[in-house]
């Protein structure tokens, strides 16, 4: 009956498409410029950012992001706010509240509903003032419950179904007033949270225009995301309304096993696997590989990993290895991520669903795991885009609602696009011409070809040569016309930085290939393309970085090991010098009275090597 309820208060408030056209921004380059983002952003629209003490709103996360002060919560709430701005403001952002609650927040906070002098808002209102962040989690789970109930929502959801009408609008209004062609683009979206077994297995939902679904679609009302993905194809790129969308998973890393497991939601039938496995390559051309809990990108160890132990993959894990609770899923699924216990599985990692993707393939004759990386922040403030590690007027710039030492600054999405548009980002995201950051702004090309010249980096025509002659990053490439091995050049450029705080030298650049063997063996290998490892390091006592590095960096590599019978994917990594994690900024930047407990503890990181990842590049037997 929940069903029936979301769905007629979903045909209730159909939107209206967009039927603007857009002139060409003057700044157009058909070449394409990197662009800086984050659509992964809550505001006080979401439940757990609201009871976390969160009050901004969608407007004040745009506002943000182009540049403007915001008054942002320290510590989970248990501090007052501070004001903060980015030193750069973005290019594009998205918030993406959860669906799951919407309705019943607005409900709760907005006086004048008949529910909102229940005894149950009262309850959801009170504040809190927790002594330590296992008493806020314990309060805000109560909290939830209440939320979810019947005698909030009604026996069948609709009450909390139609009550989701507002802040939905509210949402789409907030991106029409931010979005400003060849300026700053705000993208409408929301966030489908699955959380089976206290897993994460999230997914955010971005539009590419105005034309969007009647209400954003929760997890307790299509359970299945195979399902979810088919009711947006529905109400959205089937609907003909001009309405056109994607997904991007996130955090894969807390998903114990889940995120990229191929149980095809039970059905056994290659060929309706196939058809499956169509839909989610089409409708996820994206995944975060990286955000303020950790990188998703690979982890040593794992079963049947067989090839280069690769010590990189130990950047920012959310998650360690601690004996039986943290053990290898295998191929099964394990409970509990997200408080800290079941397994760890290859199914939580990037690298590895690329080769998943390809064995698949090899099945099935679709690879459902053909997608490009970004990363974003998952700020629960309305901080969007804040990734910046050093300490500001005293306190850490990453106020997480987890664990601070654990917790990264976030990261950034970075789209390859002629201009500054939302078709023009959302093209380059469907087409996977991204790539991720750890958060600082460097700019990575990576292109692959069969006839690349082996001294293209000495070209001043790279990137047109890479175009002309090979695909971008995000691409396939096409089919082998003699017995070469494939030919791949890596382009990077640091982060300019700012007159107050410059950017890190960079390190290395890599390219990391990744097939699959027989039967469930997946195979990797590390290259480094260009620099290498250094005398670099940084003073934790001053956060003063030293030794050298380049401003940029390219390298021409061919695959020496290259069978022309055998799928592969490639992708490349660009690593900075070692710099000053936020919890090596809180350390050296406060007094010996003032300083955070995690600077006496020597198990978190107070260092590491900020990073950007490519989107892959395929190569098939057959092509494609």
């Known amino acids: 009956m929940a069903h029936l309820g979301f769905r007629l208060a979903a045909l209730l408030f159909l939107a209206t498409p967009d039927v603007t056209g857009a002139a060409e921004c003057p700044d157009n380059d058909p070449e394409r410029q990197a662009f800086f983002g984050d659509l992964h952003i809550h505001t ?95 309060g805000i789970g109560a909290k939830f419950q209440d939320m979810y109930s019947s005698e909030l929502c009604g026996e069948d959801g609709a009450r909390c179904a139609a009550a989701a009408a507002s802040p939905w609008k509210e949402a789409r209004n907030a991106a029409a007033q931010a979005n400003d062609p060849c300026e700053f683009t705000a993208f409408v979206g929301y966030e489908y949270s699955p959380t089976p077994d206290n897993a994460k297995v999230h997914h955010n939902v971005i539009f590419r225009s105005e034309a969007v679904i009647g209400l954003p679609i929760p997890w307790n009302v299509e359970p299945s995301v195979y399902a979810m993905w088919q009711r947006l194809e529905s109400e959205c790129t089937d609907a003909g309304t001009g309405c056109d969308v994607l997904t991007i998973p996130h955090n894969s890393n807390l998903s114990n096993g889940r995120m990229f497991r191929l149980d095809y939601d039970g059905e056994t039938d290659p060929a309706k696997q196939a058809d499956l496995a169509r839909l989610r390559a089409r409708i996820e051309p994206v995944v975060e590989i990286f955000q303020f809990k950790g990188d998703s990108e690979c982890r040593n160890g794992l079963w049947n990993v067989l090839g280069t132990t690769d010590e990189l993959c130990e950047f920012e894990k959310f998650r360690k290895w601690q004996g039986a609770e943290h053990e290898d899923c295998k191929d099964g699924v394990g409970v509990g991520a997200l408080s800290g216990k079941g397994c760890v599985s290859r199914q939580d990692y990037a690298r590895t669903a690329l080769a998943s993707g390809l064995a698949e393939q090899r099945r099935i004759g679709v690879n459902p795991f053909k997608f490009s990386f970004i990363g974003s922040t998952d700020a629960h403030d309305g901080s969007a885009g804040d990734t910046d590690e050093w300490v500001r007027d005293g306190i850490a710039r990453q106020p997480a609602p987890y664990d601070p030492g654990r917790d990264t600054s976030g990261g950034l999405a970075a789209v390859w696009s002629e201009e500054n548009t939302r078709e023009s980002l959302f093209d380059a995201m469907q087409r996977r011409e991204t790539f991720a950051t750890s958060g600082p702004r460097m700019s990575v090309r990576f292109f692959g070809g069969w006839h690349l010249p082996e001294d293209l980096c000495s070209h001043r025509d790279l990137v047109a040569q890479g175009y002309a002659k090979g ?70 006592d001053t956060c003063t970085p030293k ?75 057959a092509g494609h």
């Open 44 to 138: 006080a629209v979401s439940a757990d950012a609201y009871l976390f003490g969160t009050t901004n709103r969608p407007n004040d996360a745009y506002r943000f992001a182009r540049g403007e002060t915001l008054e942002v919560r320290q510590q989970s709430g248990t501090l007052p706010p501070k004001p903060a701005r980015l030193e750069r403001p973005l290019d594009f952002a998205a918030v993406t509240d959860h669906a799951e609650a919407l309705g019943a927040v607005s409900l709760c906070t907005t006086p004048g509903t008949e529910e909102y002098g229940s005894a149950l808002c009262r309850r959801v209102r009170e504040p809190q003032a927790p002594k330590n962040l296992v008493e806020l989690s314990q």
């Open 471 to 540: 695909v971008p990053m995000g691409a396939d490439l096409p089919a082998r016309k003699s017995d070469a091995a494939p030919r791949f050049v890596v382009s990077a450029a640091s982060d300019p930085g700012t007159k107050k705080h410059p950017s890190g030298l960079l390190q290395r650049a890599q390219i990391i290939k990744v097939w699959a063997g027989e039967g469930a063996e997946f195979h990797q290998q590390v290259f480094d393309v260009a620099g290498g490892e250094n005398d670099a390091s940084v003073n934790l």
């Open 547 to 621: 030794g050298k590095g380049a401003t940029t960096l390219c390298g021409v590599w061919q695959d020496p090991n290259f069978k022309p019978e055998e799928g592969a994917t490639y992708y490349a990594r660009v690593v900075e010098n070692p710099s000053c994690r936020h919890t090596g900024w809180a350390c050296a930047n406060t007094g010996p009275g003032e300083k955070p407990a995690f600077c006496a503890d020597a198990s978190i990181a107070k260092q590491g090597q900020e990073r950007a990842w490519t989107a892959p590049i395929w190569y098939s037997p």
